[in-house]
């Protein structure tokens, strides 16, 4: 594992009509969403890796669809500065990830369809009135970057 990176599977609840998942309560968690977004990733393809100098991502990773997602260690004074975590995550294992800042993170849809996944940030992507610099370190921009998604 990785020092404050939390990984939370989470409960499908199926009958006739389909399945309803929790995914989110404020009496379970310490954390502050203040966006979200839902993203569809075609098959084969990759998002990131990059990682936050502020901001916590909460993903949200039920299905449909199947991830590999892909976290680094960067951040100087944790213990476990350097490690990395390799994890399927989506249809067959529902669930909740916060991505703490420092920590470099990505995915690739590995499933056969395209996969869904939702982020609840904990800052508002380019600010407020979006007016200020995003908060990302764009790792997937430079091709020797020691963070690689295959």
Not at 12 to 21: I, M, T, V
Not at 29 to 55: C, N, W
Request: proline share 7%.
């Amino acid at each position: 594992m990785i020092k404050d990176v939390l990984i939370r599977k989470i409960a499908k609840y199926s009958d006739e009509r389909g399945w309803l998942a929790e995914v989110f309560r404020n009496d379970e968690l310490d954390f502050k969403p203040t966006m979200s977004y839902v993203s569809l990733t075609k098959p084969g393809i990759v998002r990131g890796p990059h990682e936050h100098v502020a901001q916590s991502d909460c993903f949200i990773f039920v299905g449909p669809g199947t991830f590999r997602l892909y976290l680094w260690d960067r951040r100087q004074d944790s213990k476990t500065n350097g490690e990395s975590l390799e994890i399927e995550v989506g249809e067959n294992n529902p669930c909740l990830v916060i991505v703490p800042p420092g920590v470099v993170h990505g995915y690739k849809c590995i499933s056969k369809i395209p996969a869904f996944s939702i982020n609840f940030p904990n800052k508002l992507y380019k600010g407020l009135g979006k007016k200020e610099k995003i908060d990302e370190i764009r790792w997937e921009q430079d091709p020797t970057s020691p963070y690689q998604i295959k």
